[in-house]
């Protein structure tokens, strides 16, 4: 008979709980049965020696503590963490007839398990001769397609598990029932794991409060509240004046919308390491309206998280721009809009400059840096309220997105306005983060991209 003092031995650890496969429906009912019918727990439970750490056996301690029964404990000793994660992964994956996804899950787990300890052996590191001796001959098989022709998949199969796993595993650290996110399709798996720290917390809250709930269902009224929080401290913000202690932020189809000042430390705190472009469209006086006054730049910081920074200050504003900025300059583009006619110096301006800005020596992309373009009435009057003078056109955009990113990458509008990059950005299949200062446009802004992102209505 085991004592209470041999229950009160053993640690149940969020992570070792939440890394096994989660019982269908009636399975734990059943097995709950089986032990009261025997009196006792079969199998016995595994526990971690140096630790306590319950490594096999969560449901079968759960049901015997409930209710008073006997089990029995197997202490096996485990040389790391990582190495009681793998036996799990092993023992669940040997003995369960497991779906799909749980198969899945063991092999991408498993590929990153070894890839990690190939990097921390050196293996993965560099050319300096002291690895030489540690990297794998070339003959032998990569680590995914070893694992791909043991487990009879392609060895891309197995990269896409990990990246599944990956995803799996930032849900069960964060504490979030399995079984939800197990039953889900791995593509809806992957993209949960992507959301925004707050969006993503929300979805997990969700999933703890009804864990039967859908996690594609729980993304949405996750998302909808998160959007829903993020709009009501920027109207708090917008109707009082006041300053905020966290800026409200707003995810749509996997773009961010920041209210704030692109300088505020808040702000810039929130931002990726790295972004493949800075688009900056500052205001430099090309209206007479109040939001469109002298601008100083103070968007150096862009070069240091940015491959490319390009800045179209506006042809008149080009000099104070220049004698501003510190970045390192490479390159300018121009792009002719046949059908402008817009005021300029000698009459009519009908061209956009772009300066283009790296820290890297060479942003060489085999292209032409001129291009023209036309505009439609409808880049004029989009639907919304905020003025042809507050975003550039299309088709520009578009153009110059496919000349300095690639399909993936993330750019960054640190002048969001009416947020017409992220429009084109979402079309090109981009990630956008957007970052506007006036509450009042923040909130127009967003009614307007989640129209045409959610509905997807074309350009």
């Known amino acids: 008979m085991i004592t209470e003092d041999d229950h009160k031995e053993i640690r149940i650890d969020p992570e070792f709980k939440n890394r096994l496969d989660p019982m269908h429906m009636g399975g734990y009912a059943t097995l709950e049965r089986l032990i009261v019918g025997g009196g006792k727990a079969r199998d016995p439970l595994i526990v971690w020696s140096e630790t306590g750490i319950l490594v096999d056996g969560h449901s079968r301690h759960d049901i015997c503590t409930r209710l008073g029964l006997p089990f029995s404990v197997e202490r096996i000793s485990f040389a790391s963490r990582d190495a009681a994660l793998a036996f799990i992964d092993l023992n669940q994956y040997a003995r369960r007839n497991a779906n799909e996804n749980w198969i899945a899950l063991q092999r991408g787990r498993q590929y990153n398990v070894e890839k990690k300890t190939k990097a921390e052996a050196g293996w993965m590191g560099g050319t300096s001769k002291d690895n030489e001796s540690q990297k794998p001959c070339p003959c032998l098989p990569t680590t995914s397609n070893r694992i791909a022709t043991k487990a009879g998949v392609h060895g891309n199969t197995v990269k896409n598990d990990a990246r599944y796993a990956t995803a799996v595993d930032i849900f069960a650290t964060a504490g979030a029932p399995l079984h939800p996110v197990m039953e889900a399709k791995r593509s809806v798996v992957i993209k949960a794991a992507k959301l925004h720290d707050e969006a993503r917390a929300k979805v997990i809250a969700k999933l703890a ?15 909808k509240e998160a959007e829903k929080e993020a709009a009501d401290a920027a109207s708090v913000h ?16 996997g773009h961010l919308l920041m209210l704030g000042d692109n300088t505020d430390p808040e702000i810039r705190a929130r931002l990726p390491d790295r972004v493949a472009l800075a688009f900056c469209d500052p205001p430099y006086n090309s209206t007479k309206e109040e939001w469109d006054g002298k601008h100083a730049w103070n968007q150096d910081y862009l070069e240091d998280i940015s491959d490319i920074v390009a800045v179209t200050p506006g042809i008149s504003a080009l000099q104070d721009f220049m004698g501003q900025t510190k970045m390192q300059y490479r390159w300018s583009t121009a792009c002719i809009i046949s059908n402008g006619m817009t005021r300029g110096a000698l009459g009519f301006g009908n061209w956009m400059f772009t300066a283009l800005f790296s820290k890297n020596e060479s942003i060489h992309k085999n292209r032409q840096d001129i291009a023209e373009i036309s505009i439609r009435s409808t880049d004029k009057y989009d639907g919304h309220d905020l003025g042809s003078k507050r975003q550039k056109p299309p088709g520009y955009l578009a153009w110059l997105f496919g000349l300095l990113t690639e399909d993936g990458d993330t750019i960054l509008d640190p002048f969001a306005g009416s947020g017409t990059s992220i429009i084109v950005a979402h079309k090109m299949g981009r990630h956008c983060i957007g970052i506007e200062k006036d509450p009042k446009t923040y909130q127009a802004m967003v009614a307007r991209i989640r129209r045409m992102v959610n509905g997807e209505r074309p350009l």
């Open 238 to 253: 917008y109707e009082s004046g006041t300053s905020i202690e966290a800026p409200p932020i707003i995810e749509i189809g």
């Open 209 to 223: 409060e009804a864990p039967k709930l859908k996690l594609k269902a729980a993304i949405t009224s996750g998302r």
